[in-house]
């Protein structure tokens, strides 16, 4: 036995007998009324450190054989309480196309008690199914600060796309005390923004960061590539250079703009066999004029001076 014998019938004392009905403070009693000489079994088995004793003998203080009365009042301890976690769920797809079923699973599989979804892109700063599930999260903080609050999330990428947003979402769950959950990915667990979360929060958003940095100089290396084997991406004019020297030549000869129009011919896209509209037919030339104006040069065609035969 790990408590001595005056601990042990104290320990005992702090509950009820299930046999004879002694109240807490009070040793057993036997059924003459009289104070027992051993507590009953079922009393002592309520302690654990006391469970694989065979009996518990009353202290001699307490009066064994003699009538049984009420003990002095006792001050009981209550048993710890263990705070279960209220878990937010929180599920999100960008399109309609993506599969949301998976996510709901896990997280009905985490025992979530209430969880939110919605089918929206990350590029959209207001996410009201995203706002109510964070509302509701500080709800039962604010009721039971004491009780550990959870968002969780199948993975970090349902909640933000930049390192911005992350660090947003991270103060705002630090400020309120609330958890995160991560189900899949390899940082699979529990993140407290107070404790070491808050260094997870930061070493994420850096990465993230990075590998966003990282895409767009691939792309932009992508798209120089293409441009020095001539494709330089985007719709395909519709005023091509032959059409628009051809323009600049009719124009310079008096033809109206309109005119024009219905003289060019678009090549290819959608509207091959078509003219341009007037709208593109004047961008086209303004632009034109533009470019030559900050190279230096002049779009009309220089005059050409026809000799007569020389005179001898």
Same mark, same amino acid.
């Given at each position: @036995?790990?408590?001595?014998? $005056?601990?042990?019938?104290?320990?005992?004392?702090?509950?009820?007998?299930? !046999?004879?009905?002694?109240?807490?403070? &009070?040793?057993?009693?036997?059924?003459?009324?009289?104070?027992?000489?051993?507590?009953?079994?079922?009393?002592?088995?309520?302690?654990?450190?006391?469970? #694989?004793?065979?009996?518990?003998?009353?202290?001699?203080?307490?009066?064994?054989?003699?009538?049984?009365?009420?003990?002095?009042?006792?001050?009981?301890?209550?048993?710890?309480?263990?705070?279960?976690?209220?878990?937010?769920?929180?599920?999100?797809?960008?399109?309609?196309?993506?599969?949301?079923?998976?996510?709901?699973?896990?997280?009905?599989?985490?025992?979530?008690?209430?969880?939110?979804?919605?089918?929206? &892109?990350?590029?959209?700063?207001?996410?009201?199914?995203?706002?109510?599930?964070?509302?509701?999260?500080?709800?039962?903080?604010?009721?039971?600060? #004491?009780?550990?609050?959870?968002?969780?999330?199948?993975?970090?990428?349902?909640?933000?796309?930049?390192?911005?947003?992350? @660090?947003?979402?991270?103060?705002?769950?630090?400020?309120?005390?609330?958890?995160?959950?991560?189900?899949?990915?390899?940082?699979?667990?529990?993140?407290?923004? !107070?404790? @070491?979360?808050? @260094?997870?929060?930061?070493?994420?958003?850096?990465?993230?960061?990075?590998?966003? !940095?990282?895409?767009?100089?691939?792309?932009?290396?992508?798209?120089?590539?293409?441009? &020095?084997?001539?494709?330089?991406?985007?719709?395909?004019?519709?005023?091509?250079?032959?059409?628009?020297?051809?323009?600049?030549?009719?124009?310079?000869?008096?033809?109206?703009?309109? #005119?024009?129009?219905?003289?060019?011919?678009?090549?290819?896209?959608? !509207?091959?066999?078509?003219?341009? &509209?007037?709208?593109?037919?004047?961008?086209?030339?303004?632009?034109? #004029?533009?470019?030559?104006?900050? $190279?230096?040069?002049?779009?009309?065609?220089?005059?050409?001076?026809?000799?007569?035969?020389?005179?001898?």
């Amino acid at each position: @036995m790990d408590l001595t014998p $005056d601990q042990a019938a104290l320990a005992v004392e702090r509950h009820d007998c299930p !046999n004879c009905d002694a109240p807490p403070s &009070s040793a057993c009693r036997i059924r003459g009324g009289k104070t027992a000489a051993k507590y009953h079994t079922p009393r002592f088995v309520l302690v654990p450190a006391l469970r #694989e004793e065979l009996e518990v003998p009353v202290p001699a203080d307490r009066g064994p054989g003699r009538a049984w009365k009420q003990g002095p009042a006792l001050a009981v301890v209550p048993a710890p309480r263990t705070q279960q976690p209220v878990r937010i769920g929180y599920a999100r797809t960008s399109t309609a196309r993506q599969e949301l079923a998976s996510q709901l699973e896990a997280l009905r599989r985490a025992e979530c008690h209430k969880i939110f979804h919605e089918q929206i &892109s990350t590029r959209v700063k207001v996410r009201p199914e995203l706002e109510k599930a964070l509302a509701l999260a500080h709800q039962f903080k604010e009721a039971a600060p #004491e009780t550990p609050v959870i968002l969780t999330v199948h993975e970090l990428k349902r909640l933000a796309r930049n390192a911005a947003e992350l @660090m947003a979402l991270s103060a705002e769950l630090q400020a309120g005390g609330i958890q995160l959950e991560l189900l899949t990915c390899p940082l699979t667990g529990i993140y407290d923004p !107070n404790g @070491m979360g808050a @260094m997870f929060f930061a070493v994420l958003a850096v990465a993230g960061q990075i590998e966003r !940095n990282y895409i767009r100089e691939k792309t932009l290396e992508g798209q120089v590539t293409a441009a &020095s084997k001539g494709n330089h991406g985007g719709r395909p004019k519709v005023i091509d250079d032959d059409m628009l020297t051809f323009a600049i030549a009719l124009k310079d000869k008096g033809v109206p703009v309109p #005119e024009i129009a219905k003289k060019l011919t678009i090549k290819t896209g959608k !509207n091959a066999g078509q003219s341009p &509209s007037v709208a593109s037919l004047y961008r086209a030339l303004a632009e034109a #004029e533009q470019t030559a104006a900050d $190279d230096g040069v002049s779009l009309r065609p220089k005059p050409v001076r026809i000799r007569g035969p020389r005179t001898r």
